[in-house]
């Protein structure tokens, strides 16, 4: 495309499409971000409440020092 024959006309376009597919773009990141968030919170909640107080084993060679179940 020739930047002496572009029409006024095509040039406003073009800028107007260029603005709308800017916001677009920022609306699905805004909604993406949001939704990692939303998971992020369900997950730290998930592992909280499946890491309660676990007791230590009593025998054996494995999980008498460190919780091996968390």
Known sequence: ?????V???ALV????QTRSDQ?????QIRVMKKAM???ASTAA???NS?????PLATEGALGT???ALV
């Open 1 to 5: 495309m020739d930047a002496l024959n």
């Open 45 to 47: 909640a998930l592992l």
């Open 13 to 16: 376009d073009a800028v107007v």
């Open 7 to 9: 029409s006024p006309a």
């Open 37 to 39: 968030d939303a998971q």
């Open 23 to 27: 916001v677009d773009q920022q609306v």
């Open 50 to 54: 499946v890491a309660g107080s676990l």
């Open 65 to 67: 020092q460190v919780n």
